[in-house]
């Protein structure tokens, strides 16, 4: 999808190579928006549609040399239907407590935070636990974005970041307690936010970019039916 129907005081530079963080045997590259202060909910909601996701206030997408790995993706909600696996995650977690807030920062957050990157990212880029880097990776946004705690009795157990925009909901980031025997938390939560969708009477809900080599995406896979950006055109895979 082109990029000159989007406000002309907006510029999409590319970054210089850097390692990527998913096949590591590549260089990536990110084409990004700037000024950051200009993309709001509305014309975020434009760069998604075209392929580009949020960092903090930084919307992005990759923009590689040889590589076309990162594939942005979504789920026509209307048309889910949870498999058996996740419709045991939703009877499982189905008593979780949910609050919903505004971004804001929380010592109980990044303290669960900080123990789900040592356990899923450990020695990755993310597997910093910098209160700085935190509150710029998920508490940053200038589009409508949302906190959602999920509590098991008292104990805090999942945080999800949502952003809310036109067409559906974007997931943008879930951490989770990874000491709970045969919990399904990840998946609870895009069920659960799916969920919302439909309460909402939003068409879709954005998963960011699957990469079909990559074993940490593997479970967006899981959830059908799934729209994928193809050639500026978002379509199913066969």
Request: charge should be positive; glycine fraction near 6%.
């Amino acid at each position: 999808m082109a990029l000159n129907d989007l406000p002309q005081e907006l510029l999409f530079p590319v970054t210089e190579p850097y390692p990527c963080s998913y096949l590591p045997d590549r260089m990536a590259r990110m084409q990004i928006a700037v000024p950051a202060h200009r993309v709001g909910t509305e014309i975020y909601g434009d760069l998604l549609r075209r392929g580009f996701r949020r960092s903090g206030v930084i919307a992005y997408r990759p923009q590689c040399d040889q590589c076309r790995a990162c594939v942005p993706a979504r789920i026509p909600v209307r048309e889910f239907r949870p498999s058996r696996s996740q419709a045991r995650a939703l009877t499982k977690h189905g008593d979780l407590k949910t609050t919903v807030t505004p971004l804001r920062y929380d010592a109980d957050h990044f303290a669960l935070y900080a123990r789900y990157q040592a356990s899923r990212h450990s020695g990755g880029d993310m597997d910093q636990n910098d209160r700085d880097q935190y509150s710029g990776f998920l508490l940053e946004s200038n589009v409508r974005s949302h906190l959602v705690e999920f509590r098991d009795n008292d104990r805090l157990v999942m945080v999800s970041i949502i952003d809310e925009l036109n067409d559906g909901l974007s997931a943008v980031y879930t951490f989770f307690a990874t000491d709970v025997p045969g919990a399904s938390f990840g998946t609870y939560s895009i069920l659960w936010q799916i969920e919302q969708c439909r309460r909402a009477s939003l068409p879709f809900l954005y998963l960011g970019y699957w990469i079909k080599e990559s074993p940490k995406m593997s479970y967006k896979a899981r959830f059908r039916p799934m729209e994928t950006l193809i050639n500026g055109t978002w379509q199913r895979p066969e």
